[in-house]
């Protein structure tokens, strides 16, 4: 059974900074692209940033030249290193996994609240 469980989110003052990470377990995911999500309150669930399986990574706008995603396929892992966060980053962060352009597992969600 496929399994993705985020950590690392919490309540931060804006400016500050925070390490999410999400550990796969059930299968290996070396060939599939993983990624984060945001959803605050009332709103949609957002893409935030993916790396595909070769590395290349991709970012929204909104989150670009702050937030680093990275992964590690021996721990099956990936992170998304937040910084100079801001009080608009506050959503409940998911990640998933997918191949050929589809989402297939998605993790339960961490909170991130940024206060200002």
């Known amino acids: 059974q496929v399994q993705l469980v985020e950590s690392g989110g919490g309540l931060v003052q804006a400016g500050d900074s925070l390490r999410l990470s999400c550990a796969a377990s059930?299968?290996?995911?070396?060939?599939?692209?993983m990624g984060w999500f945001r959803q605050s309150p009332g709103k949609e669930r957002d893409f935030v940033s993916r790396?595909?399986?070769?590395?290349?990574?991709y970012y929204a706008d909104s989150v670009k030249g702050r937030f680093t995603i990275s992964r590690d396929k021996a721990k099956n892992t990936v992170y998304l290193q937040m910084n100079s966060l801001k009080p608009e980053d506050t959503a409940v962060y998911y990640c998933?996994?997918?191949?050929?352009?589809?989402?297939?597992?998605w993790g339960q969600g961490t909170q991130v609240t940024v206060s200002s």
């Open positions: 998933a996994v997918g191949l050929g352009g589809t989402w297939d597992y």
């Open positions: 059930g299968r290996t995911f070396n060939n599939y692209a």
């Open positions: 790396i595909t399986w070769n590395g290349s990574t």
